[in-house]
């Protein structure tokens, strides 16, 4: 082989021809261009195309002595190393036959004997110029493959990262949470105790405040799930109005720190009782109303709710946030709803804040189904609009105690703000009250006088503590001081930070003494305490107005009902049992799946309370199969309410698609348990039973009576839902604030009933001991699956009773069960007997 010297870098050309004077001529044409490798006859061309030193192209005679250049070519595009290198035939024939078959074979182009120069030079330069082409786009290809693969890479590494991070805001957020659930269980057992007007004020906001920052924690993790589009709205039945009066209250310290107008309208046409999110919605308005306070310097805060479409579905709301704040200028506005973002960079220096919230909340109304929107003109103030669509349902009723009625009565309002003015006018006509409107004290006597001398009576006047001039306690002594206008009850409303004048207020003759911003329900509560036969010997307060609509408890004595309670915890069904009682209803027991179709077939029961996790046959199992047994037969299907001790991730699917109707969270509370009675004991239609009374329910088809948790391998809890009932978390403490013996956690369920307390803490000093001693006797076996049983009812049974330390041990052992380290489990039974001890030693048992 020769080779003409020419600087690496340039394409290779490889001449082959068996005549040295065409070599030698194709050479001097492009040797200044082209590094040119030479073969005199084909086998040294294959030779030298297959070795590392491989042309980018080939000339190629077709006709030589040892073999002709067709033949090389079909070697060449037969050998996977050389097929793509170009091949240039040169041919000394005039004959497109030659030509032909050439390119048949496979070449390129040709180049006829004589050589012109300046056509040997043109199709050298564009066959090398396809050839670097092609080249650097198989490299372009390459770096590509492997930018994908480093991408597919990246992309790995950050779903890893994306979920540690996750792991980390959900570890995060739960060390934070539990200590907010101890200050919110002590701030709730503090509520239970004698405190003055101004204490239960205070420590009702402090509660208020830690569940609002608990909400708040939440939101950390809703991000993270908005940006992975995961995140979930709940679908729970709520009370609006009531909603919004704690709301309220969460913000009244902020909004009267800055001398501030909270104040809140909802339009009668609005429903009360909706099926929502509502702590979603409570996230939105904390973001819109916090916003609103921070940017207004004096002035009002007005939410208004209205009615803008009722649908055969559900209603569709309107919620304007209102403020006489410094506004926003309208070239900033699209700034507004963006990440991170806020209307200017000194903002966030001057108020805080990290430009997320009305992001979130974007996000959570378009969850809703609606828009949002906002106006405002700078210097002047701004108004937030957003839509969100709900569900309605149906009214609660219950037993009334209270000893008036407000339809007809003549009520003065005095006030010198027109918002509150309006907005009260309309609240009180909304109950049928006549209602007259005064700007101060002399108009408001003015007015009463007037009355005087028309037959007009005034028995009611609320009236606003700081107006210019004349303020309401002077205003109320100028009343109670005239014999003609003494008998008008007064009640006075004052801002948060002008409380503590309570006795004053009663000596001046006042009824009632209200902190604004004036919750709906303790409003008309308190105005009908105030306007009973006899005027209150006590002043009324909201916290009057609290203990009364405590206790208005749901009857269902007339209803006749027939409950069945499917629990296999004593304890669990005491309480339950005296839940029920207070309630009007009765229930019988049983303790497993298979105890509670035997039942069925004696009796025909309206509802069933049906716990998850039982010996022998669970919840879900007897509830298939009493479903089974209702298609078969035709029988008129039994509202079955699940009873699940975690409200676990899922629970909800599994009891819905067994055929229950819905399910509770353990510890039960008396709320919620009413809330889902109304809703399934709507009537005494007795279809389900035959008509000479006897049950249905004669023949189960029981082909598989397994239960669920014995059929599948333990398996480790889904994380607690983080929308948990406010009530329930005020029950959670952390570790260091956790107690032996909580003696207020059942007086709390039970609504204060101690003889009942009792009852169920003798039951449970006799239960406790079987349960641990199975639970030692199963760790100790290696029967994981009975020891996983005990130790959950143990924890059940604790959580009722306020066993809160044995409760956290109890509940240790089943984790490390459920994990399958069975040995750590069982090194934490001396742990289990210390607590265990004493636990029994705080009741005296021992």
């Not at 597919?152 to 934070?176: G, Q, T, W, Y």
């Amino acid at each position: 082989m020769h080779t003409f010297e020419n600087p690496p870098e340039k394409s290779k050309i490889m001449v082959v021809d068996d005549q040295p004077v065409n070599i030698h001529s194709l050479a001097r044409l492009l040797k200044d261009d082209y590094q040119i490798l030479v073969a005199t006859g084909g086998i040294k061309a294959l030779e030298i195309a297959r070795s590392d030193n491989q042309p980018q192209l080939i000339l190629l005679d077709i006709q030589m002595p040892d073999m002709d250049g067709y033949e090389v070519c079909r070697r060449l595009q037969a050998d996977e190393k050389t097929r793509k290198i170009p091949i240039i035939f040169v041919t000394a024939k005039d004959s497109g036959s030659d030509e032909e078959e050439g390119l048949a074979l496979g070449a390129v182009d040709y180049i006829s004997k004589p050589f012109v120069p300046g056509v040997v030079r043109a199709r050298v330069d564009n066959q090398i110029r396809w050839k670097l082409a092609e080249t650097k786009l198989k490299k372009s290809n390459e770096e590509l493959e492997k930018a994908t693969a480093l991408a597919r890479d990246l992309a790995v590494r950050a779903e890893m990262a994306n979920n540690a991070k996750s792991e980390f805001l959900a570890n995060m957020s739960h060390e934070i949470r539990t200590p907010m659930n101890g200050v919110m269980g002590m701030a709730g057992l503090l509520l239970d105790t004698e405190l003055s007007t101004q204490q239960r004020r205070y420590t009702e906001t402090l509660y208020a405040s830690a569940s609002a920052l608990l909400s708040l924690i939440n939101d950390i993790l809703d991000f993270s799930k908005i940006e992975a589009g995961h995140l979930e709205l709940e679908t729970l039945e709520f009370n609006l109005r009531p909603m919004l009066d704690s709301f309220a209250g969460m913000f009244a310290f902020k909004a009267d720190e800055k001398n501030l107008e909270l104040i809140i309208f909802v339009e009668d046409t609005v429903p009360d009782r909706l099926i929502g999110d509502p702590g979603r919605l409570r996230q939105i308005l904390t973001n819109l109303v916090g916003n609103a306070i921070k940017f207004t310097h004096a002035g009002e805060v007005l939410i208004h709710v209205s009615l803008e479409k009722e649908e055969d579905s559900g209603v569709r709301l309107r919620f304007n946030v209102q403020d006489t704040g410094i506004g926003i200028p309208e070239k900033k506005l699209n700034r507004l709803f963006k990440q991170f973002s806020q209307v200017d960079a000194s903002i966030s220096r001057q108020f805080g804040g990290t430009g997320l919230g009305l992001a979130i909340s974007k996000k959570l109304i378009q969850l809703m189904q609606g828009d949002v929107g906002v106006k405002s003109e700078e210097g002047k103030g701004s108004c937030f609009s957003f839509t969100a669509r709900f569900q309605t349902a149906e009214e609660k009723s219950c037993k009334s105690i209270l000893p008036a009625e407000l339809g007809g009565l003549r009520v003065l309002i005095v006030d010198d703000n027109a918002t509150n003015r309006e907005v009260l006018r309309i609240r009180l006509e909304s109950k049928g009250m006549i209602v007259e409107e005064a700007a101060g004290g002399p108009e408001a006597l003015s007015i009463l006088y007037q009355g005087l001398e028309k037959g007009q009576i005034y028995p009611l006047a609320i009236l606003d503590m700081q107006m210019p001039g004349m303020n309401g306690a002077v205003l109320g002594q100028a009343i109670k001081s005239d014999p003609r206008l003494r008998d008008i009850r007064l009640v006075m409303m004052t801002s948060a930070c002008m409380r503590g004048d309570g006795v004053k207020m009663k000596d001046i003759g006042f009824s009632a003494y209200l902190a604004k911003p004036v919750q709906y329900g303790e409003l008309f509560t308190c105005l009908l305490l105030v306007m009973g036969k006899n005027e209150p010997s006590s002043l009324i307060t909201r916290h009057t107005a609290k203990e009364v609509q405590y206790h208005c408890v749901p009857d269902f004595s007339e209803k006749k009902t027939s409950i069945l309670l499917v629990e296999d915890n004593i304890t669990n069904q005491q309480v339950a049992l005296g839940m029920l009682s207070k309630m009007g209803l009765r229930a019988d027991t049983a303790a497993n799946g298979l105890e509670a179709l035997e039942s069925m077939k004696m009796i025909s029961y309206d509802l069933i309370l049906m716990d998850m996790q039982m010996p022998e046959m669970d919840g879900l199992t007897a509830t298939k199969i009493i479903r089974k047994t209702e298609k078969l037969f035709s029988i008129k299907p039994v509202p079955i309410i699940a009873l699940t001790a975690n409200a676990m991730k899922g629970d909800k699917e599994k009891c819905l698609e067994a055929g229950m109707n819905a399910y509770l969270a353990k510890p039960l509370m008396t709320e919620e348990l009413a809330a889902v009675l109304n809703k399934w004991l709507e009537t005494d239609d007795k279809d389900g039973k035959n008509k000479d009374g006897k049950s249905p329910y004669l023949s189960f088809e029981r082909n598989d009576h397994r239960p669920d948790t014995h059929s599948r391998p333990c398996q480790a809890p889904a994380r607690p839902s983080v929308d948990s009932k406010e009530y329930r978390s005020s029950l959670i403490k952390p570790p260091s604030a956790r107690l032996v013996w909580n003696a207020e956690t059942l007086e709390i369920m039970l609504s204060g009933d101690k003889e009942l307390s009792e009852t169920i803490k003798e039951t449970f000093i006799v239960e406790i001991h079987k349960y641990a001693n199975k639970l030692k006797s199963a760790l100790k076996s290696g029967n994981a699956e009975n020891a996983r049983h005990e130790a959950h009812t143990m924890r059940g049974s604790c959580a009722y009773v306020g066993a809160e330390v044995l409760m956290d041990t109890a509940s240790h052992i089943e984790e490390m069960i459920l994990s399958g380290n069975m040995e750590t489990a069982l090194t934490l039974v001396p742990v289990l007997e210390n607590c265990l001890t004493d636990l029994l030693k705080a009741l005296g048992s021992e």
